[in-house]
């Protein structure tokens, strides 16, 4: 079993769509989570972090649930430029803090 | 936020010849670095891990004599890819954290493509 598992995708949707990624992980000593976006032959950027309580940033909003071990990551009103590779990554406090990428989730948004 | 420099952004090289990628922190110390791989619509890949002043750890399946990793100063690490042949040819990409921050994202290099001809 991989340590972080997402749905590869793709995901076609409309633009004004909403869309939700969903991400497992194995590892429960597992402390820090984020939401990195990739586009194509580029390097990954940070789009959010993923607390405990549940966050929101504009149209996005990430949820973590430790007892499943599962991390969400909803996109509302979707845009164009929302196309993109969402990777999501888990990381441990400790030691030496190296960050576990899922495999990405691939999203197009349709005009 | 914070920078890394990755360069070269793309190499091209013939089998057999070694490639050095540097990875730099612009405006903090890392004394850790990360080496990732990546191949073409696949995920990011931990190569080895990179330590200021010591042996870097590497990942499991990692050829270490292949990868070498150099991380002399504490905004520089250096991957050097010997010997390079066209199973090589990937997307390589550093990371760095500052770990005397409370904030534990970790900042991208912009990743060099590498191609072994």
């Known amino acids: 079993r991989k340590e972080v598992e997402q749905d590869p995708g793709p995901f076609n949707v409309p633009e004004g769509a909403t869309v939700a990624f969903n991400c497992t992980y194995s590892?429960?000593?597992?402390?820090?989570f984020f939401w990195y976006r990739q586009d194509c032959r580029k390097e990954p950027k940070l789009l959010m972090s993923?607390?405990?309580s549940g966050n929101e940033d504009g149209r996005f909003t990430a949820q973590l649930n430790r007892a499943s071990q599962y991390i969400s990551l909803l996109i509302r009103d979707s845009k164009l430029s929302d196309s993109a590779t969402y990777l999501c990554?888990?990381?441990?406090?400790?030691?030496?803090?190296?960050?576990?990428f899922g495999t990405g989730t691939r999203l197009k948004v349709l005009a | 936020g914070a920078v890394v420099s990755q360069h070269p952004s793309w190499v091209i090289c013939k089998s057999g010849t070694s490639v050095k990628i540097e990875c730099r922190s612009l405006?903090?110390?890392?004394?850790?670095m990360f080496w990732y791989r990546q191949f073409p619509k696949q995920s990011l890949m931990l190569m080895a891990t990179?330590?200021?002043?010591?042996?870097?750890?590497?990942e499991q399946g990692v050829e270490k004599d292949k990868f070498l990793i150099n991380h002399a100063s504490l905004t520089l690490s250096t991957l050097t890819v010997t010997s390079a042949h066209p199973e090589d040819s990937s997307f390589y990409i550093c990371?760095?954290?500052?770990?005397?921050?409370?904030?534990?994202?970790?900042?991208f290099g912009q990743g060099t493509r590498l191609t072994v001809v």
């Open positions: 993923v607390y405990s």
């Open positions: 990371s760095a954290r500052d770990l005397r921050s409370v904030n534990t994202e970790a900042f």
């Open positions: 405006d903090f110390q890392a004394t850790t």
């Open positions: 990554v888990v990381s441990p406090l400790s030691g030496t803090y190296k960050y576990i």
């Open positions: 590892n429960s000593a597992s402390q820090s």
């Open positions: 990179s330590n200021e002043g010591s042996k870097a750890t590497y």
